[in-house]
């Protein structure tokens, strides 16, 4: 029988704790500040915001080069990676 397990409350991961981290690395990486992972995760809105709007206020606020289609696509979501299959499971 097939299992479908979904996590709307970070009970079986810990999204926002991920963000966070990744939050932290991404201004470190642009020089800046502890203001800024706040900032970051303000407009996360616990994952409530679509990709595309924090990709564009990320944009906006940090100016970084390179393309920001990549980084909604790519860089954005390098926290995200799916839980490790462990055995048994598929």
Do not use: C, Y
Request: proline content about 7%.
């Amino acid at each position: 029988m097939p299992l479908l397990l979904v996590d709307l409350d970070n009970t079986l991961i810990d999204r926002a704790g991920a963000f966070g981290r990744w939050a932290r690395e991404f201004t470190e990486a642009h020089g800046r500040g502890p203001a800024d992972i706040t900032w970051l995760t303000d407009a996360d809105r616990d994952g409530f915001e679509s990709r595309e709007r924090l990709a564009a206020a990320i944009g906006e606020r940090f100016r970084p080069a390179g393309p920001w289609r990549e980084l909604h696509q790519v860089k954005l979501w390098k926290w995200a990676h799916p839980p490790a299959r462990r055995a048994g499971f598929r």
